[in-house]
């Protein structure tokens, strides 16, 4: 889809980012005063979560990121963009130079396909399941792995919580991770407060519902708008109290403002409170490019960028990760070319080299030594690879374990 005529004029009209920069703030100064006065339950939890006995004891940390383009990321024009995963990770890691999805190019897709090792077809936004189990249940049936030991963190709207589980004969919900979507959840629980009239005056209520309203519209990329806001009722409580905690703590602080920020800040607090051994963070800010600004998206790309190293920071600090994890970095898929039909880089539906070559990253624990894998791969070869590191048995998928991660 085109974007809108309001969404190209805010891009062309000058200085689109300071623009929805002071928005962002507006927003959060207002939700500050409204949530100060929430009194959010405290979690119940305390430590690391509950986890099954199976498995190897190793970690898997996945970190996917939207549609980004070689030429803006490994390429020598695009390192400039991404002065951590060239700079800090790569020296350190396992480099496949060719990650190629060989599916549909679009999200759900490209992320049920790496979660399942099957190329998936289903619905493009996440109104269907994918058809083949999900490396979550296969880790959970397989290995008895709690649910708390499987989770998704995403800021991609595209998605669903149909994400975290199959339609697969014997497999399905029950063996399905913890689904869940920060900034959908920092608006629900605006929203909620507003409608439980928590506001402290009129005026408040009435700047922080103009926030909504725009700050849902700008979130409505690809004619979608959050459609998932069942998935936060189907929350565990005390999951729930965490996740809320975590947005409060966000909100407060007043810094961070992308949807990205937020999506690492409730990874962390996951990482922190329920220590999973399968974890899998899916940044969207790049897909900023939908609206047409080059800018925002490279902006999204030096985020996700940074949103990474932190990542992997992380995973060095916490005792319940350090030295038995293993974490991957990619994109969903590439972008158009510049001059196609589809209007380069604001889609990824072309059939081209530019959209279907990616590249991938593997740190930690399962990296013999850092090396560069000229050898071309493809998304579906992942989850294969990732099960046999968590202690899965072998799982029947279209893609070929990648010989390279040591098991
Ligand atoms: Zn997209």
């Known amino acids: 889809m085109k974007p809108t005529g309001d969404s190209i004029s805010r891009v062309i009209s000058g200085d689109p980012e300071d623009t929805i920069d002071r928005s962002k703030r507006d927003f959060l100064r207002a939700a500050i005063a409204l949530l100060a006065g929430l009194n959010l339950p405290r979690t119940s939890l305390a430590g690391g979560g509950q986890h099954g006995a199976g498995g190897s004891g190793q970690r898997v940390v996945m970190v996917v990121f939207g549609g980004v383009r070689r030429a803006e990321t490994f390429s020598p024009q695009g390192l400039v963009n991404i002065p951590h995963l060239s700079g800090d990770l790569l020296p350190q890691s396992l480099f ?3 990650a190629r999805n060989e599916g549909v190019t679009a999200h759900f897709n490209a992320i049920s396909s790496i979660l399942t090792g099957n190329w998936q077809r ?5 109104k269907l399941a994918p058809t083949t189990p999900t490396l979550f249940e296969q880790f959970r049936k397989g290995l008895g792995a709690a649910q708390s030991d499987t989770w998704v963190v995403a800021s991609n709207k595209a998605l669903t919580n149909l994400i975290g589980a199959s339609s697969a004969t014997d497999y399905g919900p029950m063996y399905g991770a913890n689904v869940v979507f920060p900034k959908q959840l920092m608006v629900a629980a605006v929203a909620n407060a507003l409608r439980a009239g928590r506001s402290r005056n009129m005026a408040d209520r009435e700047k922080i519902e103009a926030e909504l309203q725009s700050m849902l519209e700008a979130g409505n990329y690809e004619g979608l708008g959050w459609s998932v806001f069942d998935a936060a009722e189907r929350l565990d409580p005390r999951v729930r109290a965490t996740i809320e905690e975590a947005i409060t703590s966000f909100v407060r602080s007043g810094g961070p403002t992308s949807g990205d920020e937020l999506t690492f800040l409730v990874s962390r607090e996951v990482m922190r409170k329920f220590s999973p051994r399968l974890l899998v963070v899916i940044f969207s800010d790049v897909e900023v490019a939908h609206f047409g600004s080059y800018a925002m998206h490279v902006g999204g790309i030096r985020t996700g960028d940074r949103l990474s190293y932190q990542m992997w920071q992380e995973i060095q600090a916490n005792s319940e990760y350090k030295g038995k994890t293993t974490m991957v970095v990619m994109p969903e898929f590439g972008r158009d070319p510049d001059g196609s039909t589809t209007n380069g ?11 279907r070559g990616t590249w991938m990253m593997a740190l930690g624990a399962a990296v013999d030594k850092p090396q560069i894998i000229e050898r071309p791969i493809r998304h579906v070869d992942l ?6 590191l968590l202690g899965c048995p072998p799982m029947d998928t279209q893609g070929t374990r990648l010989k390279e991660l040591r098991g």
């Open 345 to 355: 880089f604001f889609n990824h539906r072309g059939d081209t080299e530019s959209t």
């Open 122 to 126: 289903v619905d493009d936004w996440g």
């Open 383 to 388: 989850c294969a690879t990732l099960g046999d």
């Open 96 to 98: 496949y130079r060719d």
